[in-house]
């Protein structure tokens, strides 16, 4: 179906995913969404994106959509690069033809995880694994491109479609007697529906309405306040569960903490997976709540 004439129209990848599929909702109210999943848009082939892109002429292109398989990706690193790299080049290619918005999404897996505290959007990058890199190489692709672009680096996403920690923690607290989780690993559980609420307020508030010439275009840090551990985090889904009446067969405050070094991964994770999101609210008045608030939400979305 074509868009409405003299309505923006918003092309999302990725519909699918966790994020993509939060986008639909929250973009809806702004104007025409074209939803594209993998079977439309095939980000591991050019033409594919190139032939969508100059069909709908979209005013603002959200691109959600990922090689996201971390481990995987140390050994499929040709499809890692071509989906989260070269893809990421030719949406920005395009939207800078059209005068468009290009949204892109980024990780915390560009950075290191050394720092002692948060990263900052300046924070000198050093990622230690491909899914890393690649992403990285797509950040500096669209960059490099230097049409209008949004960057919003983000961490330890959790949705109510699709898969993520929250989900396999409940499972396994009804399935198990016990668990074992990393303790010392950093970071800020963050739904979906924030990333997907934030980008529309963004969008609406900063592009659609305001002076295009001006509009803060880079890269910003977009995580929900406040910082626990994967241990602290599973913790916090089993014990709200509980308190909603679901029948777990380990106890919430009996999770055993270990250390990353006893569940050895292909591909390294950061240790610190916390990003300060100043910029973010200086920028555009956008104030984040704290992890638990969006987790709770999330959780009583699945429970119901």
């Not at 709908?56 to 292109?61: A, G, H, L, S």
């Not at 050093?126 to 669209?142: C, D, F, M, R, T």
Request: with cysteine; proline share 5%.
């Amino acid at each position: 179906m074509q868009p409405d004439a003299g309505v923006p129209t918003f092309l999302v990848t990725g519909s699918n995913g966790q994020v993509g599929f939060e986008l639909r909702r929250s973009l809806a109210p702004l104007g025409n969404v074209i939803a594209l999943d993998r079977s439309s848009c095939d980000l591991s082939r050019p033409d594919d994106i190139r032939r969508v892109v100059r069909e709908y002429r979209p005013d603002v292109i959200v691109n959600p959509a990922a090689y996201t398989a971390v481990d995987k990706a140390e050994t499929e690193t040709e499809l890692a690069y071509t989906i989260n790299a070269t893809a990421a080049r030719i949406l920005a290619e395009e939207a800078k033809a059209l005068g468009s918005l290009l949204v892109h999404y980024s990780t915390d897996y560009v950075f290191d995880g050394t720092k002692a505290v948060a990263y900052v959007e300046t924070d000198a990058v050093n990622p230690q694994s491909v899914y890393g890199k690649s992403k990285l190489a797509g950040e500096q692709a669209i960059a490099a491109v230097g049409g209008p672009h949004l960057i919003f680096r983000t961490c330890w996403v959790a949705g109510e479609h699709g898969g993520n920690f929250a989900k396999t923690m409940l499972r396994l607290g009804r399935e198990r007697n016990s668990l074992r989780v990393i303790a010392d690993q950093f970071g800020s559980p963050t739904t979906a529906a924030l990333i997907a609420d934030v980008t529309a307020q963004v969008i609406a508030r900063h592009w659609l309405s305001g002076d295009r010439r001006a509009f803060a275009a880079g890269t910003y840090h977009l995580a929900a306040a406040g910082e626990t551990t994967w241990h602290g985090y599973a913790s916090e889904v089993l014990r709200y569960a509980a308190t909603k009446g679901i029948e777990l067969k380990v106890d919430p405050a009996r999770i055993e903490a270990i250390p990353a070094t006893a569940y050895p991964l292909p591909a390294p994770r950061p240790a610190n997976s916390r990003l300060d999101t100043s910029k973010l609210r200086q920028t555009f008045g956008i104030y984040l709540p704290d992890w638990r608030q969006g987790i709770h939400h999330l959780l009583d979305q699945i429970f119901s």
